[in-house]
């Protein structure tokens, strides 16, 4: 099907942010006020870290800060996979972390328990389906780090199940597959959306002060607490949780490990019973392929067909703006390789497109840390990993803010950092080189040039 025809009559709105039933925004922050922690920043690290503040302490005061609507940002735009991994997948976590991963992989599991038991008790009505993903293989080449990743499972106790192509296609049929390996109990499938807002509503249960379109300008030591400046008053807060993401840090160190990279998404219409059948996907797991530059998608509660990733671009200076949230170029390379992968689905159209920014650092996997003698934690990097990760992240922070030493916070994922990237304009000439190269290994099997090989060696990336 020809893909502007496809594509002409979606919307220019992320779909999950526009269904029926998303909350009246709480009041803006009009005066002065004071808490025991200050949260800064309404999307699933924040909401995590408040929520569970209040389950650890429930007299404790707090106050969350958001600069504009609840889950507005990367939370309420993502695909909606929550993953165990806190790693960015387990080969990630295997070249990073080789002597931490049984216990990085055991955490990862018992933080989607977790999850899975916070939102059967607050009841949060976000169509958590705990279907597992599917890593499909449509290169002879990417058939070998599947073997790779599912013996790496293997060796730390899971039992995830390779499908070879005759196998795959009767999961979900599509002409693309060689072969996948599915990990079933590993991701569940969530509306991230009705999550966040899920998530809001347990926290003001709970008593916290929730303060939207109310951005934090900056942050400052006033003694024994740290003063929060907002247009239109001061937070007064004895600890600080930085839940920002890629945003203007308030901490300019942060700047110098984070970059923004936008990603793009589409929403077909809802499929008809007879579309479906077509391609099966009687599991509804999650897919991905296996390509440098992949794409991820599943179906939601109506059946429709969510279709992402592949282009992961970066706009030299790391510049941010609303207009890049838009970007015709990807979303007609998107409809084309979802009616190659689907061509059953010829004449279905899309209802809905976007993109939005997620924040990377060069080891793919969040990052941690304190400021103003332990007054004020981070948690950031989660490269599009973050609707699971960002729940253990909101644990760390409220670890490192109490001064607890933990089995999370003694851990060394959480006590080191990234390698930082270069400043400008080195950084952008950097990253697009590194985009071509990547762009270049899937056009040639999957062989590394000298300069993927030089950053691999450095531990230095960046991912698609």
């Known amino acids: 099907m020809d893909p502007l025809k496809a594509l002409a009559d979606a919307e220019r709105t992320p779909y999950w942010l526009g269904q029926p039933g998303a909350p009246e925004p709480s009041p803006r922050l009009t005066n002065d006020t004071t808490a025991d922690l200050a949260v800064i920043g309404g999307g699933f690290s924040g909401l995590w870290t408040a929520l569970m503040a209040k389950e650890r302490d429930p007299s404790r005061d707090v106050v969350l800060l958001e600069g504009k609507s609840i889950g507005w940002a990367a939370s309420g735009r993502n695909g909606g996979f929550c993953a165990a991994s806190l790693t960015h997948g ?264 976007w993109g939005g920014v997620i924040d990377t650092c060069s080891r793919f996997a969040a990052f941690y840390g304190t400021a103003y003698r332990s007054r004020l934690a981070y948690a950031v990097g989660y490269t599009g990993l973050g609707v699971g990760a960002t729940r253990f992240g909101a644990n760390v922070m409220l670890d490192l803010l109490g001064g607890e030493s933990t089995e999370r916070t003694r851990l060394r994922m959480v006590r080191t950092k990234p390698m930082p990237f270069p400043p400008e304009p080195a950084r952008s000439g950097v990253i697009q080189l590194t985009r071509w190269s990547i762009a270049r290994a899937d056009a040639h099997e999957g062989r590394r040039n000298l300069w993927l090989r030089t950053l691999d060696a450095m531990g230095l990336g960046f991912d698609s």
Not at 241 to 257: C, E, I, N, Q, Y
Not at 321 to 350: S, W
Request: aromatic share 10%.
């Open 90 to 353: 387990l080969l990630n976590g295997q070249a990073r972390w080789p002597d931490e991963l049984p216990t990085l992989e055991r955490l990862g599991q018992e933080n989607l328990d977790e999850i899975e038991a916070t939102v059967e008790r607050y009841d949060i009505r976000c169509s958590f389906e705990r279907t597992g993903e599917m890593n499909v293989a449509t290169e002879e080449w990417q058939l070998e780090g599947l073997r790779e990743a599912e013996s790496a499972a293997r060796d730390l106790g899971s039992e995830p199940v390779y499908l070879d192509r005759d196998q795959v296609r009767a999961e979900v049929n599509s002409p693309t597959y060689l072969g996948a390996l599915w990990q079933r109990d590993a991701v569940a499938m969530v509306d991230p959306a009705r999550l966040a807002w899920g998530l809001r509503d347990a926290c003001l249960r709970m008593g916290v002060r929730i303060f939207e379109h109310t951005p934090a300008r900056s942050v400052s030591d006033a003694g024994e607490r740290l003063d929060i400046v907002t247009p239109h008053g001061t937070v007064r807060a004895r600890r600080v949780a930085l839940g920002t993401g890629v945003f203007p840090p308030l901490l300019r160190r942060l700047r110098h490990f984070l970059v923004p990279v936008y990603d793009y998404v589409l929403m077909t219409e809802p499929l008809p019973d007879h579309k479906l059948a077509e391609i099966g996907w009687r599991n509804r797991q999650g897919i991905g392929d296996s390509a440098n530059q992949f794409h991820y998608y599943r179906l939601t509660d109506d059946n429709r067909i969510l279709w992402g990733g592949y282009d992961a671009v970066y706009h030299n200076g790391g510049l941010i703006k609303d207009g890049y949230d838009q970007r015709d170029e990807t979303f007609e390379k998107l409809a084309q390789h979802f009616f190659a992968t689907f061509p059953q689905l010829e004449g279905v159209r899309f209802t809905h497109r």
